[in-house]
């Protein structure tokens, strides 16, 4: 179990889902991490949960509305003036599209409406630059820190139609452009990807009795089909604890890093006991084997369509 005694970390939209998760598993390790969302309430109740497990590691709420940039940058003053000036970890997390996405994912982008890529990407996107510049211009003075960007593949495949796509392209862009700026000052920037997480929303949209749209009853039935192979949403903390741990993160700095290679990596399992198939596994099981004989019986994301392991066996 990775030591973060002395390392203070922020993780953005950490009410509930993966921030939530990620959160409590930094603290479990020791951490001091402050945590951000819009409604102090629900923070609190994650900081409640932390001691309730007597985590070594304590969190912080601070209610932030990420949407402006002014609350934004108090957060990180806050954290500047309590800690001296330390930052180790930030956790770029804050979306606060996913509503729209679950209520506009079947509308294609040449229909008319509101713009989705302004809405997707203000606190996604624009909101995980200006917290990364912010939180760069604490470590980059220590020369040391970490910050990741957290994100499903949209970047690689047709995910979600063209905004969401977009917004993961762009931050894959960012992570790696970032990089590359911050390599002087030994700090590290890498870009997360989960596989399917059970969030809150996740679970509920899979528990939920079959509707009369026909494109939603075809995604909730995949997902229900890679229940096995899933991800909780503290399968991503312990990936970040694991990496900020890591006195070798800058050979990791620019790369796009996927969870379960992490815990292959890493050697450890998810909360559940779970050891979901990483990547460089199935490239190797699927050039060996074939598509056809692994597909059967491979109990992880060979569930999806095909062309997502074309792709991805191609890159």
Known sequence: MPDLSNKVCLVT????????????????YGATCYITGRELATLETVQKEAEDRKSS?????????????????????????????????????????????????NVDFYEPGTSACGIINKVGMRNHHYSSALAAG????????????????????????LASGLRNA??????????????????????????IVLTEKMTKFI????DEDQALNEIRAS??????????????????????????????????????????EYNFEDVDGKSPLSEQSLKILT??????????????????PKYFYDMMLCS
């Open 57 to 105: 590691g304590r969190i912080i709420p601070v209610e932030c509305d990420h949407r402006n940039d002014e609350n934004t940058r108090r957060v990180f003053e806050t954290i500047s003036v309590e800690q001296n000036g330390q930052l180790d970890l930030l956790v770029n997390n804050v979306f606060s599209a996913m509503q729209y996405w679950w209520d506009n994912f």
């Open 207 to 210: 528990e939920k009795d079959d």
């Open 170 to 195: 762009l931050k894959d862009y960012v992570a790696k452009n970032n990089a590359v700026n911050l390599r002087t000052n030994n700090v590290a920037f890498a870009f997360l990807w989960p596989s």
């Open 223 to 264: 997902c229900r089909q890679m229940l096995d192979c899933s991800e909780s949403v503290e399968f991503q903390g312990k990936c970040i604890g694991h990496m900020l741990a890591d006195e070798n993160i800058m050979k990791k700095s620019g790369q796009i890093l996927l969870t379960t290679d992490l815990a292959e």
């Open 138 to 161: 604490l470590m980059i003075p220590r020369k040391r820190g970490l910050i990741v960007t957290v994100s499903p593949v949209g970047r690689k495949i047709y995910l979600l139609r």
């Open 13 to 28: 939209g950490a009410s509930k889902g993966v921030g939530r998760g990620t959160a409590l598993q930094l603290a479990s």
């Open 287 to 304: 050039k060996i084997y074939g598509w056809n004989s692994l597909s059967s019986y491979i109990p992880s994301w060979l569930k999806l």
